[in-house]
């Protein structure tokens, strides 16, 4: 047993190098640890790749990498952990996260394949049969979970201009490729459906759509060799190296250098020195949407697509308040994005050496203390806003639109809702209900806020604070919401008053849910035979009869009924009580009246 070599399948490097600084002090000296993992040297790779010295165990920690890419003689035995660490694009955020999961079928038969391929040898797969048996059959296309950014910048170069319509064994989800366009329109590498003069250029680079960018706007010499240069960093960023990249990028590693060469090549630049003191601008244009400002604690950044970072809480970078971080990695366990690399950056060089990534907004808000209106012009990047100044004179419109915001913010409650307003508003209400077939408008609560431009602001004329908002005519405003007709109709069908036989107007009272209802003194309905009834005859009032010290005696939705029947006994009682008034037997004949017998 002593040439026997194992490999062992982990999800990923962190778990490798774990195991590796677990194993490296208890095992003989005759045991030889080999990681291999894509991001290890090449020499590293072939210490893991060819066999172990005479006399000596081989011990090989690999990840998925050793699955096909990569033949590893000798091995005997392989233990699988039977999980993979996968690289998935969030459309959303633009990011990529790491997942760990099981390995598909197809995986597994791979991973077994790498034990004895020359002499008889085991595999142990480190999950149930069932678990097994239930796992894919195959892994998923690398193109549905990928950032396809470069892919269709490809596809355009080619001339098709819609991905939809080529033939593909997988088609790419539409999500990732609108995630992708909206990239590429962020770089300028779009005009319409086609590549751009700069896109093409782009495309030509053969790089990354971020990095292309970043070389295409480099100007020749040192600001070429600059972009060159950052290039090759991030393109192959060291493991462990930290995130500071201008310390990377003093560090001049020979194959960073060799491959800046490549790229100046292909851009046909000869001269020029990188120099640190362009990185800002260089990045600041292909990462404008990483530009991150320090929020809260040190460490916690927000980048200007929104979304969240951070660094470790000891990481010096968190010192600076502002960073632009071209690598990041997205959490699993936290929303906010992982800062793999950064560079810091002073604000006023940046607006000073790219003003056009500045966007200007002016706002008017409601000062919640004062109740009044003040207005900002903010100046921002993505989401980020880089400074604020009081506005002197903002336009009427904006000064409208904040009141409006203000409005729907806190409520129709700020409003000057007299009962008359607030009674124009139930005669609405319930005239949808009874008279279905006129097109009355909605007046709940959030469809009047969804339409204050229609109906509030036409009258908003002057109003710049609180105060002046509740001087403002509710009830004017809402029979602003029907043209002269239906006025009419509203009026006619549901009127605000009913004149009772003495003719006195007497206000109806609407309600949300209740029939309509009319106080009235019990005398000023004599004669009136039969109860009162609006909207064309199909709603009928409910009567409250007050006595003359205006306390309800009866409350009635059939006054036929009541003068017939239920009066009897009001009129035995009240005569004793109120001698000096009228209660006629027959009171569906009798005139009605508003003065007692002395007047009558």
């Known amino acids: 047993m002593k040439t026997v070599r194992c490999c062992y399948f982990y999800p990923g490097v962190g778990e490798i190098q774990r195991v590796h600084e677990h194993l ?62 996968v690289a998935r694009f969030d459309a959303r955020t633009g990011l990529t996260r790491l997942v760990t999961q099981r390995i598909s079928q197809a995986s597994m038969t791979q991973r077994a394949g790498r034990a004895g391929r020359l002499a008889p040898g085991i595999c142990l797969h480190l999950l149930a049969k069932e678990q097994a048996e239930r796992a894919a059959a195959q892994s998923d296309p690398e ?18 201009h819609d991905p939809a319509s080529l033939f593909w064994l997988d088609r790419p989800p539409e999500v990732n490729l609108q995630a992708a366009r909206r990239l590429l329109l962020m770089l300028g590498a779009l005009e319409g459906e086609r590549l751009s003069a700069r896109g093409r250029k782009m495309a030509a680079m053969g790089n ?4 292309a960018a970043m070389l295409v706007n480099a100007d020749e010499g040192d600001s070429a060799a600059t972009a060159a240069m950052l290039a090759a960093i991030l393109e192959d960023p060291p493991r462990g190296g930290g995130t500071d990249l201008s310390v990377l990028f003093s560090r001049r590693q020979p194959g960073w250098q060799q491959r800046s060469q490549q790229l100046l090549k292909r851009l046909q630049v000869r001269n020029g020195e990188p120099d640190s003191a362009l990185i800002m601008p260089l990045l600041a244009r292909a990462f404008s949407d990483r530009i991150a400002r320090r929020r809260g604690q040190e460490g916690r950044y927000q980048l200007a697509n929104g979304m969240g ?58 000062d919640e203390a004062q109740g009044t209106l003040k207005a900002w012009r903010r100046m921002r990047i993505g989401q980020l806003t880089v400074s604020v100044q009081p506005l002197a004179k903002p336009s009427e419109e904006e000064l409208h639109q904040a009141m ?4 729907r913010d806190k409520g129709l409650s700020v409003l000057n809702w007299t009962p008359e307003a607030e009674q124009f508003r139930l005669r ?17 609560e959030a469809s009047l806020l969804a339409t204050l431009e229609n109906w509030l602001l036409p009258h908003m004329t002057g109003v710049q604070s609180l105060r002046s908002l509740k001087s403002l005519n509710v009830t004017q405003a809402l029979r602003g919401l029907l043209d002269y007709a239906m006025l009419q109709r509203l009026d006619s069908e549901l009127p605000g ?27 000023e309905m004599f004669g009136e035979a039969k109860t009162p009834t609006i909207a064309q005859g199909r709603v009928p009032l409910v009567l409250e009869l007050l006595s003359p010290a205006q306390r309800p005696l009866q409350i009635t939705r059939d006054l036929s009924a009541f003068w017939q029947g239920a009066y009897r006994e009001v009129q035995k009682e009240m005569k004793g009580r109120y001698p000096k008034h009228v209660w006629p037997d027959d009171p569906a004949n009798t005139a009605p009246t508003r003065r007692t017998k002395k007047y009558s």
């Open 404 to 407: 409006l915001n203000g409005i």
């Open 428 to 444: 609405l209400h319930c005239a949808a209900k009874w008279l279905p077939e006129y097109d009355w408008p909605a007046v709940d």
């Open 24 to 85: 490296a002090s208890r095992v003989g000296s005759d045991v030889l640890l080999c990681p291999l993992y894509g991001a290890l040297s090449l020499e590293a790779q072939r210490k893991a790749i060819v066999p172990a010295p005479a006399g000596m165990r081989k011990v090989v920690l690999a990840t998925n990498i050793a699955e096909t890419s990569l033949t590893i003689e000798g091995i005997r035995l392989v233990v699988d952990s039977a999980q993979e660490r």
């Open 497 to 523: 008053h009913y004149t009772v036989p003495t003719g006195s107007r007497i206000t109806i009272r609407y309600h949300e849910d209740n029939p309509p209802a009319l106080a009235v003194r019990m005398q």
């Open 309 to 366: 970072a951070m660094l470790d809480a000891d990481d010096a970078l968190g010192r600076h308040e502002w960073l632009i971080a071209p690598l990041l990695l997205q959490g699993s366990a936290s929303p906010d994005a992982r800062i793999l690399l950064a560079q810091p950056l002073d604000i006023a060089s940046l607006i000073q050496a790219c003003p056009d990534l500045l966007r200007q907004s002016d706002t008017v808000e409601w």
């Open 208 to 211: 990354d759509p971020r990095l």
């Open 143 to 160: 193109i549905l979970h990928s950032d396809l950014s470069g892919l269709l910048m490809e596809v355009l170069q080619w001339g098709c």
